[in-house]
């Protein structure tokens, strides 16, 4: 903790400039008033020989740690101006010398920031050359310790006498130097790795080549170094990679899970990842993996997504407001942006849980890289721990190739995934007189869901202008089980983006793509039933063939185009619009969504905060009907109801605190009219509670469904779903997310949201079924010594809406209070390491209603503990 205080009291006092940075740190202004920075010793970097001839003064800022004893043991570079300028000051800075900074008497680490200012200098006469003769050869190559990686940009000094013979390691890690011959010291710098030291004999006529093993500082599996943040377009966008989508308590390492803990997101149970983004059905919003929707996100039973989580670099946000690149969907967005292996990667990765097993390869045959992932996941057998007779099993894969670059090369993604649901019956025959029976046991099939899919993508830039270019095909199934039927849908996406930048203020963003699905109906032959026509049906029977119905073809197309015009330094506008047609069987539906984007920056970024931003978004979006729970082969439907509709209003600011810490507060209203095929749970949702009778006292939640039957069915028998496609529906509310990126140990965030979500019934406005007006989410990780990191998640959340006697959605649940803890642990060997983690979901073991839950509250723990290995 002192060592925290330390830094920041140092950051405070920089910000001096020019050769003598160092020593300034000296006398700069201390904000703690028991800590005494660091006193240069010795800090002089001459200006490089090798330097192209400059007009003017060269900066190069590099940030310094300097530890306990005065020693620089780490340079980073923040802002470098080049070759040879860059060079000569991560080598001469990790020569500088301290007294050390102390800490109420004692000696500490701290961190400083060192600006170096080279001056061309007078044409000078040569120096002479060193007194001792070059007559050896040094070489080799820095890897980092347990993953073999090269370590570029590591400075290397060579001691001898009081001299230094110095150099730089190039991008695979390997070096070579000449240095007189004798016994010498070495020592070798990188950032984030602790410092190496060792001793070696050179002779002289002869070359000596060594391997350097660097442990680094902590290990960490993401690295983040932050030179700068890119330029914000839009309004609701929130952004996590890293630490920040694999290490978050109560996710289980899964990127796409995060997003029930930012702003404005709840979900329909804990153990249901179906996301209520602002007040609207699960199905209005799109989960996409590099802007393609996937069929199915996470495998059941609180299970992880269908992808592995390696494949994600970041996962973006956006609760609303979204720009004219997404459509079809009236609600969030969630996308999965993946990355291009980069050429050279190897990694090879076993991982081992409680209730999957998997793995991945990642090597680089020439120019190509591939990555090759698969998980098995059993949950069943733990079910079978508690006497289930249902069975559940998953799989899924995935199979990438990378050639060239981001914005230059061609990926091919090969990726599917299943489901299997299965209950165990029991089949008991007895013979004429009854006198003996046999009872044999058999497993069917429950519920099947499967996809597989291929996406090819192409990437050029020719100056100005970046083409992506892309073609997805793909094939889903949904199987029922016997005594009912499967759904089969094969279909093609082709899709192209030209972005170019026409002028310095204007850039122009324009796509199109099309989409043709086929989708069939395929009856299962129905089960034989037992004996006497009762008890569990038999087996399925031979004697009935499948038939087949065809269901008709969905076809879409999709035109966008939109400006991003910068008037000024300080305005960003982006108006744009989308088209979207749909056709199935005899019936066609057409959209147009106007949609505008604007940020204007109210105060400018300075040394000591970041930039404040005011934004607001207004547009038109528009979807066909889905259902809410998303299956394969099951993703538009009815479209003879017509299109749902929304319009996104926003309002917000956001201000850059420094130091990573940032605050986004946003105002919205969404007015959505048509709104139809909404999951529905609330007991008495429609239909005259008058006539029904009470069934328990005015504000009490009823036991049971008055009308009899399925608790879930609404008034018009509709399983719970709503129909009528003339609904109306509206939400608003104020989101607040205080942030902090993930520089250094820590990371986190503070989500607050206060909303209302309403549907118009009857003439009247009643609250919708997952509303919460009151959603807090509190997020903190850290690095701690030795390799472990912490993490901690606190849920805090109203109810949601119950039907009472006293009228519709007129109560509510219990408030939900829920704590979770990760905590993982790296081992790290010469060739290997070794991640051990432990994911507790509800430690407190808190109960939890409202949802599909309705008013039952119910209680759980969800431990996981996993290791993963890699070589």
Not at 270 to 288: D, E, N, Q, W
Not at 463 to 477: R, T
Not at 550 to 555: I, L, S
Not at 588 to 598: I, N, Y
Request: glycine share 10%; with cysteine.
């Amino acid at each position: 903790m002192a060592l925290a205080y330390v830094i920041a009291a140092v950051l405070a006092a920089e910000g001096a400039t020019g050769q003598s940075d160092a020593a300034a740190a000296a006398d700069a202004p201390v904000v703690m008033p028991t800590l005494v920075p660091p006193k240069a010793k010795k800090s002089e970097i001459p200006y490089p020989s090798a330097a192209p001839p400059q007009i003017g003064s060269v900066d190069v800022t590099v940030v310094l740690h300097v530890d306990a004893n005065g020693e620089v043991t780490a340079v980073k570079l923040l802002r470098g101006a080049g070759p040879p300028f860059d060079e000569a000051v991560l080598i001469g800075a990790a020569s500088f010398e301290f007294e050390p900074a102390t800490y109420g008497g004692e000696p500490v680490d701290v961190e400083i920031t060192y600006t170096q200012r080279f001056i061309p200098p007078e044409p000078e006469p040569v120096a002479p050359a060193t007194g001792l003769p070059l007559d050896a050869r040094f070489s080799g190559q820095v890897l980092e310790r347990g993953t073999r990686k090269p370590i570029p940009r590591a400075t290397v000094v060579l001691r001898l006498k009081g001299e230094m013979f110095p150099t730089t390691t190039a991008e695979d890690g390997t070096f070579e130097v000449a240095a007189p011959s004798g016994t010498v010291e070495i020592r070798v710098l990188a950032t984030d790795y602790l410092p190496f030291r060792q001793q070696e004999i050179l002779s002289a006529k002869s070359q000596l080549k060594v391997r350097y093993l660097l442990e680094r500082a902590t290990y960490s599996p993401y690295e983040t170094v932050v030179l700068g943040q890119r330029e914000r377009m839009e309004v609701s966008r929130t952004t996590l990679r890293d630490r920040e989508i694999k290490q978050v308590p109560g996710t289980f390492g899964d990127p796409f899970r995060v997003v029930t803990t930012l702003p404005g997101v709840s979900s329909m149970t804990s153990m249901l990842t179906l996301p209520i983004v602002r007040g609207a059905s699960p199905g209005s919003t799109a989960f996409l993996l590099d802007g393609i929707r996937l069929p199915m996100l996470f495998h059941f039973l609180g299970g992880p997504a269908v992808v592995h989580p390696e494949f994600i670099d970041h996962v973006d946000f956006y609760a609303g407001g979204f720009r004219v690149n997404y459509g079809g969907y009236t609600a969030g967005i969630i996308d999965g942006i993946t990355r291009p292996a980069r050429g050279g990667e190897q990694s090879y990765e076993v991982d081992l849980g409680l209730t999957q097993t998997g793995g991945l390869v990642r090597k680089s045959v020439g120019p190509v890289t591939a990555t090759v992932a698969g998980r098995y996941g059993y949950p069943g057998l733990l079910m079978k721990l508690v006497n289930s007779e249902a069975g559940l099993s998953y799989w899924d894969y995935q199979t990438r190739f990378d050639y060239g670059s981001a914005d230059n090369g061609v990926s091919v993604f090969v990726l599917g995934a299943s489901d299997h649901v299965t209950e165990t019956r029991r089949d008991t025959t007895c013979d004429a007189g009854l006198a003996s029976c046999t009872t044999t046991e058999r497993t069917e099939d429950v519920l099947v869901l499967a996809f597989h899919r291929l996406d090819a993508i192409f990437r050029r830039t020719f100056g100005d202008l970046h083409l992506d270019a892309g073609v997805s095909a793909g094939y889903e199934s949904s199987n029922f089980g016997a005594d009912a039927f499967r759904m089969t849908s094969p279909s093609l996406t082709p899709r192209l983006g030209i972005t170019e930048e026409l002028r310095s203020d204007l850039t122009l963003h324009a796509g199109a793509e099309a989409t043709v699905k086929g989708t069939r109906f395929h009856s299962n032959p129905p089960r034989d039933r037992a004996p006497g026509g009762d008890g569990d049906p038999g087996p399925p029977s031979s004697d009935s063939p499948e038939t087949t119905l065809d269901a008709g073809t969905m076809y879409s197309a999709s035109l966008f185009v939109e400006a991003l015009w910068r008037p000024t330094p300080d305005w960003l506008v982006i108006p744009g619009v989308r088209v979207d047609g749909y056709r199935h069987r005899d019936a066609e539906q057409q959209d147009v969504d106007p949609r505008l984007v604007a940020r204007y920056r109210l105060v400018a970024a300075s040394a000591e905060r970041g930039e404040t931003w005011l934004k607001g978004a207004l547009g038109i979006y528009h979807q066909p009907p889905r259902l809410f729970i998303p299956l394969p082969g099951i993703s538009e439907i009815a479209l003879d109801l017509g299109l749902l509709r929304a319009i996104h209003s926003v309002l917000g600011v956001e201000h850059g605190f420094g130091q990573g810490f940032e605050i986004d507060l946003q105002a919205y209203f969404n007015w959505m009219d048509p709104v139809f095929l909404e999951p529905q749970t609330s007991t008495m949702l429609s239909g005259n509670t008058a006539t029904r009778g009470p069934s328990a006292m005015p504000g009490e939640v009823p036991g049971d469904n008055p009308a009899g039957g399925d608790p879930f069915m609404d008034g018009d028998g509709d399983g719970g779903i709503s129909t009528d496609p003339h609904g109306k529906g509206r939400a608003y509310g104020i989101e607040v997310l205080l942030r902090r990126r993930q520089l250094g140990h820590v990371f986190g965030w503070l989500a607050y949201t206060l909303s209302r979500s309403e549907r118009l019934q009857d003439g009247a406005w009643h609250l919708f079924d997952y509303d919460r007006t009151h959603m807090f989410n509190l997020v903190a990780g850290v690095a701690l010594p030795r390799n472990w990191e912490a993490g901690l998640r606190v849920l805090l959340q109203s109810g949601t809406p119950l039907s009472t006697v006293s009228g519709v959605n007129t109560g509510r649940s219990d408030w939900q209070l829920r704590f979770d803890v990760r905590f993982d642990k790296r081992a790290v060997w010469n060739e290997w390491m070794l991640d051990f983690y432990v994911d507790v979901i509800n430690l407190t073991v808190s109960p939890e209603s409202g949802g599909i839950a309705g008013g039952d509250a119910f209680r759980y723990l969800v431990p996981t503990v996993g290791f993963r290995g890699v070589f």
